[in-house]
């Protein structure tokens, strides 16, 4: 079992950028491949990135493809999700979830390990 804690939300103008984190607890933190998800009011959970176990594969959802990076430190138990270019509609709670598997999943029922999420708000 793997516990996660995000941290690094906040407030930032459109064009401006944030560095998620994601904490992970457990020595078996290079097992799991891990995503990100958002979630923006009234919609549902939706895929961002993903990453596999050793970070050699990574996979991005369309409209965030050259603006966000998603990195892991598997040292470190910890993953990352560095967003350049934020736009407004980029506003939501970001969440990361871990995956039983070395191998990445775009898919949300694929990950059965999830973080309390942190609010991401991009003004106009």
């Known amino acids: 079992q793997v516990q996660l804690v995000e941290s690094g939300g906040g407030l930032v103008q459109a064009g401006g950028s944030l560095r998620l984190s994601c904490a992970a607890s457990?020595?078996?933190?290079?097992?799991?491949?891990m995503g990100w998800f958002h979630q923006a009011p009234g919609k549902e959970r939706a895929f961002v990135a993903a990453i596999s176990w050793s970070g050699d594969s990574t996979y991005y959802t369309d409209s965030v493809k050259g603006r966000f990076t998603i990195s892991r430190d598997n040292a470190r138990n910890t993953l990352f999700l560095q967003m350049n270019n934020l736009k407004p509609e980029d506003t939501a709670v970001y969440y990361c979830?871990?995956?039983?598997?070395?191998?990445?999943?775009?898919?949300?029922?694929?990950?059965?390990?999830w973080g309390q999420g942190t609010q991401v708000t991009v003004s106009s």
């Open positions: 979830a871990a995956r039983s598997s070395r191998w990445l999943s775009a898919s949300r029922d694929e990950y059965a390990y």
């Open positions: 457990g020595r078996t933190f290079s097992s799991y491949a």
